[in-house]
């Protein structure tokens, strides 16, 4: 199968997901500056999150770049994915009205290795399909940035109850990781042509 139609939709969803996101930044009471003190946790989940689908959607558009055909296990590996990423704007926006405290923290955490499981079996059927030789199988290698960061999430989650803001600074740690995008897609693209 081509892999258009799968691009074209997960592009969709990754944008309502960010709208949804923006639109969970309520308008404040009060037009001086004081008003805008209680949004400051609000605001902070929303950009930590917003990074994390930007990371998400760049990472996605490189691994679909760089195969050639889906098939119908891709199909369901990529909607595990979006299901996943669809409850970012729920735990995002429950981090952030309750100040980061203990239960959304490890919720945000769980979320975000759900996430990390859905991108690994999306990358692997992708890699399975195109074979081990491909261009993303070569990009992506042992995959040593994933597990590193799902270490990392299930550090946080166990110590949300212990100091939410250690799991915060986790989960932080994991999305400078991830926000430089990974150039071995496109070295291993360009040496393939």
């Known amino acids: 199968m081509h ?3 799968l691009e074209a939709f997960s592009d ?23 008003a805008l003190i209680p949004m400051i946790p609000v605001f902070i989940s929303y950009v930590i999150s917003f990074v994390y689908v930007g990371i998400y959607w760049n990472n996605h558009h490189h691994m679909l770049q760089a195969v050639k055909t889906i098939n119908g296990g891709i199909l369901w590996a990529n909607l595990h994915l979006l299901f996943w990423l669809s409850l970012i704007p ?17 919720l945000y955490g769980v979320v975000m290795v759900m996430c990390a499981f859905a991108y690994s079996i999306l990358s692997h059927l992708l890699i399975k399909n195109d074979g081990k030789n491909s261009n993303l199988s070569r990009a992506i290698g042992r995959g040593t940035k994933g597990k590193i960061s799902v270490g990392l999430y299930l550090i946080a989650i166990s110590l949300s109850m212990v100091n939410s803001w250690i799991s915060f600074s986790l989960y932080v740690l994991v ?17 393939g042509e």
Not at 90 to 106: I, L
Not at 175 to 191: C, G, M, Q, T, V
């Open 12 to 34: 969709g969803v990754i944008a309502i997901i960010i709208t949804i996101m923006v639109l969970e930044l309520k308008v404040p009471h009060g037009d001086g500056p004081k």
């Open 175 to 191: 999305a400078i990781i991830w926000f430089i995008p990974d150039s071995r897609i496109e070295k291993s693209l360009a040496e």
């Open 3 to 5: 892999k258009g139609r």
């Open 90 to 106: 729920f735990v995002t926006a429950w981090m952030g009205e309750n100040h980061f405290s203990s239960w959304p923290m490890a």
